[in-house]
C-alpha cells in the first residue's frame, strides 16, 4: 500500500537510511548521522507551513521519500512542488504519482499554478516532472550552487487548467497517527 501523510517521529530511522543511502539527497537536506538528528529535523524542517506541507511517501508502512509544496502565494495562487525519493523507491512511478496527487490537492485547494524545477543534469528528475503534467518552461542558468559547483536549472509548470496526467493517484492521509 502507497500513501501520503504527514511525517511523523517514528519516521526518523526510515529518513535516516534514505540519506544515507541516497548520495544525492545531501544536496536536498542536511546529514542525518542518527535517528535523534532525524526527529529533529522532522519536527523543525518538515512540518506544514501556512497553506503548504510536506507529505512523506510511505510504502507498506516506511516512509520512503517527500513530496512537498512550499512557497505558496495566495495573492497569485502559485506555490513550489518539491520531490525526493530513497534510492530503491525509485524507477516504479511513485515520485510521479505523488506529485501528481499533490497537485491535484492543491487545485482543490484553490490554487492556479504549480511550478518546480530539477538540475538539467537530473533527467530521472524531469521524466517525473513531465509525467506529472507540469511543462518545461525554460532553464535558469547557474541556478543552483552545491560546493564550487553551479547547476543550470530545468523550470517546470501546471495550471489548473491543464489537462491532469494519466497517473493513478495515491491515497492522502490526513492523521498523522494513521
Known amino acids: 500500500m502507497i500513501v501520503l501523510r504527514p511525517w511523523l517521529p517514528g519516521d526518523a530511522d526510515a529518513l535516516v537510511a534514505a540519506r544515507a543511502g541516497s548520495d544525492d539527497l545531501a544536496t536536498q537536506f542536511e546529514p542525518l548521522p542518527h535517528a535523534?538528528?532525524?526527529?529533529?529535523?522532522?519536527?523543525?524542517?518538515?512540518?506544514?507551513?501556512?497553506?503548504?506541507?510536506?507529505?512523506?511517501?510511505?510504502?507498506?508502512?516506511?516512509?520512503?521519500?517527500?513530496?512537498?509544496?512550499?512557497?505558496?502565494?495566495?495573492?497569485?495562487?502559485?506555490?513550489?512542488?518539491?520531490?525526493?525519493?530513497?534510492?530503491?523507491?525509485?524507477?516504479?512511478?511513485?515520485?510521479?504519482?505523488?506529485?501528481a496527487t499533490v497537485a491535484r490537492w492543491a487545485f482543490a485547494d484553490g490554487l492556479f499554478r504549480l511550478e518546480l524545477g530539477h538540475r538539467v543534469n537530473n533527467p530521472a528528475s524531469c521524466r517525473v516532472a513531465t509525467a506529472a503534467g507540469f511543462r518545461a518552461e525554460g532553464v535558469e542558468r547557474a541556478k543552483l550552487r552545491y560546493g564550487s559547483e553551479r547547476f543550470d536549472v530545468e523550470t517546470h509548470a501546471r495550471l489548473a487548467t491543464d489537462p491532469a496526467p494519466e497517473v493513478e493517484l495515491l491515497d492522502v492521509v490526513a492523521d498523522a497517527s494513521a
Not at 60 to 82: F, P
Open 36 to 99: 535523534a538528528a532525524a526527529r529533529r529535523f522532522i519536527a523543525s524542517t518538515l512540518p506544514s507551513e501556512p497553506g503548504g506541507r510536506h507529505w512523506a511517501v510511505v510504502l507498506d508502512g516506511t516512509a520512503v521519500g517527500n513530496v512537498g509544496l512550499t512557497a505558496v502565494d495566495r495573492r497569485h495562487d502559485s506555490a513550489w512542488v518539491s520531490y525526493w525519493l530513497a534510492r530503491d523507491a525509485r524507477g516504479q512511478g511513485l515520485a510521479t504519482r505523488a506529485v
